[in-house]
Structure formats: structure tokens, C-alpha cells
């Protein structure tokens, strides 16, 4: 039983014989920059190398991130040049990620000459509705005010280098837009590399890239219809453009105004168990929102975004859609009945309110006795004797409290007589 061991160890000596020898390593890394930001490293075949090898290359960044073992002499990668950046490359005789390869070379690319505190920060880019980009930034620091900036864009679709039109101010942003469009079934997959830099040269450029399939905003959808259907709300709506229905992630928001209620729905995959919404009409989605009460006004509003399906971030909102109202506002006939009862009862209030007050009055202010009339009755036609002794017995008698005015108006009363 000693053999076969003897022999398998035999074996594996023998491979490490010819797994330990290192290649020599490779000649001649250069670096370039093509476009805005596509870097290329190249390098020559080691010298020496042993001819039985075929020969690979492994090659990474700084910190052995992003490796790779190829057989090509280059490697291209879209890198935003906003600092320096380093590839490393070796030679080896096989894919094998456990052999060990011959001495790193490396190569690095620096960003472009300039004070990096001057270069734009916040350089920012949204996809809207896969129509246009927009792309917005913050001065950099201790940079004049008047700074005339230029942004330029590129894309593998586009051929060359293309600068941005209209430049103009958001707050405080600096903004630029230009049209890039994807259609549904297009294989546009290219990143777009950015670069913003001012006219004079005076500021270091930024550099930014955006990967095909994100920072994509959809457009708002927009409610088709609304029904009740077995006390379920089924809410209709139609997708942006340029999207397909699998690719968007969906939210509901509904308002219950008498309830006072706000319920958002996350809508994951859009179906309705109703056949009758499944005539399979583009771009149409339908959703069912349980336990909505149909003798309430119920307001719906929906948003989209991009999901990890179909894209790579899964961060931007639509703005919402336009909202639709379904069910009952408050009973018409309670509205009819309030606008005619509230004249009523504050005609009723006000009256009250008047009587109120003239009592008040009473007791505060006495009415004073009118006994010119009792003596225009009394003596019939007056003259100014009478009328002087009258106004003396007012004066007198204004004072006094009421029931004695009558008092005193019975017994001249009974006096007369
Ligand atoms: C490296 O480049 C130089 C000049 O470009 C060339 O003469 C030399 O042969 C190259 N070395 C290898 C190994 O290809
Ligand atoms: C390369 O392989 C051939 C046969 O395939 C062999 O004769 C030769 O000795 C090998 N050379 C080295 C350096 O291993
Ligand atoms: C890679 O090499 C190691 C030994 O260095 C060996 O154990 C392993 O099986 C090899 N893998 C492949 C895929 O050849
Ligand atoms: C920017 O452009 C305006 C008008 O073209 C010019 O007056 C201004 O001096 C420029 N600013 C700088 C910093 O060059
Ligand atoms: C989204 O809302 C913002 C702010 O109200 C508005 O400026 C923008 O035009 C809207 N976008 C779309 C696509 O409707
Ligand atoms: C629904 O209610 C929420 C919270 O009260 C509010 O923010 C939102 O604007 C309302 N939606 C509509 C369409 O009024």
C-alpha cells in the first residue's frame, strides 16, 4: 500500500517543479487616455519567458481590486481621472488564479494638472425618462464667481466628443442638459463620461461616469381609472415611455379624506386577479387595493422607479402622478340643508343677540316715563302753563324708579278724576 503514495507524491513534486518557476516580467506598461476618461494600459511580453508557457497576464488597481487574467497585452477601463489611479500587471503560464506570477509592473495616470480644491464638486447626473441627461454641480472652492464653465459628454454611440449647450443656474447648482436617448429594445449600453471644466482653463477638470443602466428617473405614470369592484379599488395606469412594466417598481398612495387616512401601497409585480384588466394593453399595469371604503372619497396618486431587474440603481422616484379622486364626497343633500339652515340659525342668533341686548338696555337705562301723554289725555288741548309744570314734574320724577312713576301716574290719574 506504500506505492501508489510514493508515486502520487512523486507526482505532485514534479508539478511544483513547474508551478513555482515565475515567468519574467512583462516589458514596456504604457498608459493613454482615449475619449474623456477611457484610460488603456499596454505592455509588451515578458523577455525570456520559458517557450513551453502560454502565456497570460494578470493585472489589477492599487489595492488588487478589480482583478483579471487575460491573455491580451492591454486593458482598457472607463475611469473618472479625479485622482491618481495605478494598475499593476504580471505574467504567468496559466489561468490559474493560485499561481503565483511573475513581478508586478505599474503603471499610474494622475489627474489633470491643477489645484484639486478648484475642480467642481457634486458633479451629478440624472437620466430623465432615458430622453435626456442632466448634469449638475457646486463651484469648487475659492474660484471666481464669473467662472464660465463647459461641461463635454461622450458616449460609444456618439463618435466624438460633444459639449453641452446651455449652461445655466439652479440655486445654487450649475446646470446642463442634453438630449441622449434610449428606446425600448435599443442596445445602447455604453457609460457616458463627463467632464466639466471652465473656459479659461483656470479650474481642474472633473470627471464623472455615468453606467448605462442608472441614476434613470422615470416620468410620472398616469391614472387611466379607477373602480370598485367587490369592495376592492382597482386602480389602471399607464407606464412612462421607454420602460418595460417588469423594469419598474410601483407605489400607491391613496388618500381617504373623511377617514383622514394615508396608506402607501409597494407594489412589487402590478396584476389584477380581475380578467377584465388583463387584456394585455402596453405599457398598462393594474393594481387592486384591498379594504378601500367605496362611500368615502378616496384620492390616488402613483410614482415609479427603476428596479434592480432591468437596472443597477433602484434610488430615483418619479415625481408623482396626477392625483384621481372615485367615490362619494360628503352627501350633497347635508351641503343643501347646511346652506340653507346657517342664515337661519345665525338670523336666529342675531335676533336673539337684539333682544338680549334691549333687556340689558331696560335694566341698565330705565325708559323714562312719557307722562305727556297721560296729561294730552287728561286736559286735552294744552297750554303753556300746563306744558311748564309738565316739563318740572319730568325733571323731578326722572330720578325715580319705575313702579313709582306709575304709582305717581295712577294718583294723578285718580286725582283728575
Ligand atoms: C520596448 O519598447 C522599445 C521602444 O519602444 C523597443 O525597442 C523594445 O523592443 C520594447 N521591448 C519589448 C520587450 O518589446
Ligand atoms: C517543452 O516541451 C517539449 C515537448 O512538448 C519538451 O521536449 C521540452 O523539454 C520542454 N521544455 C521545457 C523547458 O520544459
Ligand atoms: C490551481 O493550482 C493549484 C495548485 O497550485 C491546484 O491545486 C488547483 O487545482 C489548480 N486549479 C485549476 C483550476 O487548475
Ligand atoms: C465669462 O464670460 C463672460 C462673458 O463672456 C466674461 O465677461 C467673463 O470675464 C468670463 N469669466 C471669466 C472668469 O473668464
Ligand atoms: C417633477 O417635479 C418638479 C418639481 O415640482 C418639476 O420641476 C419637474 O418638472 C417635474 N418633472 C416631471 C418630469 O414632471
Ligand atoms: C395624502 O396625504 C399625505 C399625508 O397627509 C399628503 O402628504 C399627500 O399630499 C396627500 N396626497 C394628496 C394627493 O393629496
Not at 474660484?143 to 461622450?154: E, G, I
Not at 457616458?192 to 405614470?221: C, E
Not at 316715563?369 to 320724577?397: A, R
Amino acid at each position: 500500500s506504500a506505492l501508489p503514495f510514493t508515486g502520487h507524491g512523486i507526482w505532485v513534486y514534479f508539478l511544483c517543479l513547474i508551478c513555482t518557476e515565475t515567468q519574467p516580467p512583462v516589458t514596456n506598461l504604457s498608459v493613454s487616455v482615449e475619449n474623456l476618461c477611457t484610460v488603456t494600459w499596454t505592455w509588451n511580453p515578458p523577455e525570456g519567458a520559458s517557450p513551453n508557457c502560454s502565456l497570460w497576464y494578470l493585472s489589477h488597481f492599487g489595492n488588487k481590486q478589480d482583478k483579471k487574467i487575460t491573455p491580451e497585452t492591454h486593458r482598457s477601463e472607463e475611469v473618472p481621472l479625479n485622482e491618481r489611479i495605478c494598475l499593476q500587471v504580471g505574467s504567468q503560464c496559466s489561468t490559474n488564479e493560485s499561481e503565483k506570477p511573475s513581478i508586478l509592473v505599474e503603471k499610474c495616470i494622475s489627474p489633470p494638472e491643477g489645484d484639486p480644491e478648484s475642480a467642481v464638486t457634486e458633479l451629478q447626473c440624472v437620466w430623465h425618462n432615458l430622453r435626456y441627461m442632466k448634469c449638475t454641480w457646486l463651484p469648487g472652492r475659492n474660484t471666481s464667481p464669473d467662472t464660465n464653465y463647459t461641461l463635454y459628454y461622450w458616449h460609444s454611440s456618439l463618435g466624438q466628443i460633444l459639449q453641452c449647450e446651455n449652461i445655466y443656474r439652479e440655486d445654487q447648482h450649475i446646470a446642463c442638459s442634453f438630449a441622449l436617448t434610449k428606446v425600448k429594445d435599443s442596445n445602447f449600453d455604453s457609460s457616458v463620461q463627463i467632464m466639466v471644466k471652465d473656459n479659461a482653463g483656470k479650474i481642474r477638470p472633473a470627471f464623472s461616469i455615468v453606467p448605462s443602466s442608472s441614476h434613470v428617473k422615470p416620468d410620472p405614470p398616469h391614472i387611466k381609472s379607477l373602480s370598485f369592484q367587490n369592495g376592492d379599488l382597482y386602480v389602471q395606469w399607464k407606464n412612462p415611455q421607454n420602460f418595460y412594466s417588469r423594469c419598474l417598481s410601483y407605489q400607491v398612495e391613496v388618500n381617504n379624506t373623511q377617514a383622514k387616512t394615508h396608506d402607501i401601497f409597494y407594489v412589487e409585480e402590478a396584476k389584477c386577479q380581475n380578467s377584465e384588466f388583463e387584456g394585455n394593453l402596453e405599457g398598462m399595469i393594474c393594481f387592486m387595493v384591498p379594504g378601500v371604503l367605496p362611500d368615502t372619497l378616496n384620492t390616488v396618486r402613483i410614482r415609479v422607479k427603476t428596479n434592480k431587474l432591468c437596472y443597477e440603481d433602484d434610488k430615483l422616484w418619479s415625481n408623482w402622478s396626477q392625483a384621481m379622486s372615485i367615490g362619494q364626497k360628503a352627501n350633497p343633500t347635508f351641503y343643501i340643508t347646511t346652506l340653507l339652515i346657517i342664515p337661519v340659525i345665525v338670523a336666529a342668533a342675531i335676533i336673539v343677540l337684539l333682544l338680549y341686548l334691549k333687556r340689558l338696555k331696560i335694566i341698565i337705562f330705565p325708559p323714562i316715563p312719557d307722562p305727556g301723554k297721560i296729561f294730552k289725555e287728561m286736559f286735552g288741548d294744552q297750554n303753556d302753563d300746563t306744558l311748564h309744570w309738565k316739563k318740572y314734574d319730568i325733571y323731578e320724577k326722572q330720578t325715580k324708579e319705575e313702579t313709582d312713576s306709575v304709582v305717581l301716574i295712577e294718583s294723578l290719574k285718580r286725582a283728575a278724576q
